[in-house]
């Protein structure tokens, strides 16, 4: 079964600073997908970046980055020059592969979120 | 914009009283998907449709139904709304590929219902 872990519930950070949210998992599958996604308060789940297991490279999407360890099992995110608009819920996810003989398309497994506050 | 679109963004209703809520997508993704988000949680898996294909979570109340009449809409129905079903409902879509590695969901800005 998979899991995704985020072992920080809240998380404080100042403007234009640098900030790391952290994003453990578990699975057996060789192959899968790790997403981050920010939630504000107005509810809407945006998409920020991907990284899939067999890319060689972390993924950067403009400020965000993710810093793959997969030998740790770990996805953590860094979003770098903080800015006022990044406080929110940010969730870690994996994608799990169809079951055999199964139809699991791309769902996801979340983890619990970490809210983030920035600072002025 | 290509785009993910619900309607509507605040349902009141009455306990009992049946509601659906409409999910609309302009991305011409194969797969879309039905969640419940209930407050500081993550949200749940209700089900997803894999173009006709419909797919149950194991743990969905009997409660919740969906449709999707065509590529572009999907809808969901809660028969009789109790108010432990008061929560954030979140549409998303993705496209699959077949032995594909990236299949990024996309969501809807989200129905919140009220259940009086």
């Not at chain 2, 969906?66 to 954030?88: E, V």
């Not at chain 2, 969501?107 to 009086?116: C, E, I, K, M, S």
Request: hydrophobic content about 30%.
């Amino acid at each position: 079964a998979q899991k995704i872990t985020q072992t920080q519930p809240g998380m404080f950070v100042q403007e234009k600073e640098a900030v790391t949210l952290d994003c453990t998992y578990d699975t057996s599958d060789p192959s899968y997908g790790l997403f981050w996604y920010k939630q504000p308060s107005s509810g809407e789940m945006i998409f920020l970046i991907y990284q899939g297991s067999y890319d060689q490279q972390n993924a950067t999407e403009g400020r965000y980055s993710l810093n793959f360890q997969k030998a740790r099992k770990s996805a953590n995110l860094v979003i770098s020059a903080s800015q006022l608009g990044d406080s929110a819920m940010y969730f870690c996810a994996m994608r799990t592969l169809p079951e055999a003989g199964g139809t699991s398309y791309g769902k996801l497994t979340f983890g619990q979120g970490t809210i983030l506050t920035v600072h002025p | 914009d290509a785009m993910v679109i619900q309607n509507p963004r605040y349902q009141v209703t009455q306990f009992g009283k049946p509601v659906t809520l409409s999910c609309s997508q302009t991305l011409n993704h194969n797969v879309m998907y039905w969640y419940q988000q209930k407050s500081s949680q993550a949200p749940k898996l209700l089900f997803h449709y894999y173009d006709k294909d419909f797919n149950n979570e194991a743990d969905t109340p009997d409660n919740f139904q969906s449709r999707r009449p065509n590529t572009s809409f999907c809808f969901l129905d809660i028969r009789s709304p109790g108010l432990g079903d008061a929560a954030m409902y979140l549409c998303a879509t993705s496209r699959f590929i077949s032995g594909g590695s990236e299949d990024t969901q996309y969501f809807g800005p989200g129905t919140r219902l009220t259940v009086l």
